[in-house]
């Protein structure tokens, strides 16, 4: 493991999906120059035409898988009900075929479209990248974050310098966490048609079905798509804000870094996912300490009691990195708020959530936190 590689810790051995979205990025870099500073016009208007399209397809397949169906019941046979469910059999089996058909093309088109928009949100985020010299490590950490957002890949379950990112999630519950994440737009996509197919089967709304299936659909792959893109402008803020964040930090002393380390450990077991902008910033707290250690050893309690002996500027210093640090990671809810909320009360100071969510606001509209 090394401090100065933290792509390599985070993605030790990317699979060949990850390894071909990579390239792709790195391709879109290399076309395209990147900004100095981020285009919030040119954001908004990306974000729009990548979930304009994602609806778009939705709407397509709902319509085409809700119209066969009901071409099936009203015009494949004089009589649907009145047949047997062996003599529907055929029918069902002809109809899944299509209906199988038309949801793998909309997958990959929904998995292109996701990788084409965070290739483009990353580069209007303001993320600075070489067109022609190799990435920087730092870089291709958040190539590596990106690329497995748009794939919709699970968590890495690595060690991270020494924390496990699964330290909360044990058994089975790992890998049925990680089957539900690679199946997440097909089977989600899935279980919303047969539910949809299931409700206006007992309706006699069945001869809407295109209509109602096709608006629910292009709204269902708007979500997924706005999230994506969310989470990977996040990402590709993240170099820029850490090195901020690593400069307010400078003044303060080894003691206090290394207490922000084992918050930043913490916050990452708790998320139960190593978020790249954390992977980077705990990689520059363990160099910036005077005997740089390759890992750290997470000891909550102890920290927690450490945090209650500190008295002003250190103490000040601490949870304005460790607000900085939960919103690097996603925004101000579950188990981060559940963190800032536990540090804050620890160290006896009140929690300001207007002020948090608000400097949430900057965050994600490109301002300096």
Known sequence: MSLTRPDQEYAPAPGLAQRWAN???????????????????????????????????????????????????????????????????????????????ITALEIGFLYWNALRGVASITRLAGLHYGQTEPLEPDIQLTVH?????????????????????????????????????????????????????????????????????????????????????????LQARGPALVKQLMATLADSDAPTRRLVAQGVGELIMRNQHPHPNLVLLLARLLDSLPDKPQAIDVDWPTTLHDYAQLTNPPRHTLLSALTQTALLSGTYRGSRKRFLKEVFATCQTPLLETDVKAQQQRLLSGEVP
């Not at 085409?64 to 019941?73: D, K, N, S």
């Not at 519950?173 to 539900?180: E, F, S």
């Not at 096709?214 to 994506?228: C, F, H």
């Open 145 to 233: 974050g990106v690329s497995r957002v748009a794939l919709e890949y699970p968590s890495p379950g690595n060690l991270i310098y020494g924390v496990d990112p699964h330290a909360y999630l044990g058994g089975w519950r790992i890998t049925a966490r990680a089957l539900l994440y690679r199946l997440k737009i097909s089977l989600s996509s899935f279980l919303l048609r047969l539910l949809l197919r299931r409700l206006l089967g007992r309706l006699t709304l069945r001869g809407f079905l295109p209509v109602l299936t096709g608006p629910l659909y292009a709204v269902w792959n708007a979500w997924i798509a706005a999230r994506i893109i969310q989470e990977a402008y």
């Open 23 to 101: 390239r792709y990025i790195q391709g879109y870099f290399r076309r395209h120059p990147a900004l100095t500073a981020p285009n919030p016009q040119a954001l908004k208007r990306t974000r729009r035409w990548i979930i304009t399209w994602a609806a778009v397809a939705g709407m397509i397949s709902g319509t085409l898988i809700g119209g066969a169906e009901w071409w099936m019941r009203e015009f494949a046979t004089d009589n649907w009900n009145a047949l047997s469910l062996r003599e529907q059999l055929p029918y069902w089996a002809g109809y899944m075929a299509v209906a199988g058909s």
